[in-house]
């Protein structure tokens, strides 16, 4: 009878624990990415991505943009993070560019997600709405 408790509570416990885990390969972003941005054709630019998912330190993956920018976004829950401060990163209606420390944020399962910017110099041109994105992985 013992062990048949002692069996049922692990089982429990075991289907707790996955109920509420990531999939494995949802913290595993190592790869090289299109970045495709709502509303425009094609890929824009391409991220190379490298993760690591230390034993209770949570996952990291150092992004490096073809666009000449990286930085280090950090898998919280299902969602990837990363701020980033870009100087060309706002785009104004004049075509000039202006910097920005932009928030990116995705689905760590869809890979589908939103890039929002601050201004740096908010008196330089309007700021932009937040534009969705997704990332293909190639």
């Not at 992004?63 to 785009?91: F, K, N, Y």
Request: charged share 10%; aromatic share 8%; with cysteine.
């Amino acid at each position: 009878m013992t062990v048949s408790r002692t069996l049922a509570a692990a089982l429990v416990a075991a289907g707790f624990s996955l109920g509420f885990a990531s999939p494995a390969w949802a913290d595993n972003l190592s790869g090289t990415y299109s970045l495709n941005l709502s509303g425009a054709p094609g890929g824009h630019t391409s991220w190379v991505a490298t993760s690591t998912c230390p034993p209770a330190a949570g996952c990291v993956a150092h992004i490096i943009s073809s666009s000449g920018w990286s930085g280090e976004a950090q898998l919280v829950g299902d969602h990837w993070t990363m701020t980033v401060s870009r100087p060309d990163g706002q785009s104004c209606p004049d075509g000039t560019r202006h910097s920005e420390v932009q928030t990116w944020s995705w689905d760590a399962t869809t890979l589908a997600g939103q890039v929002s910017g601050v201004s740096t110099d908010p008196a330089a041109c309007p700021q932009s709405a937040p534009d969705s994105f997704a990332l293909t992985k190639l």
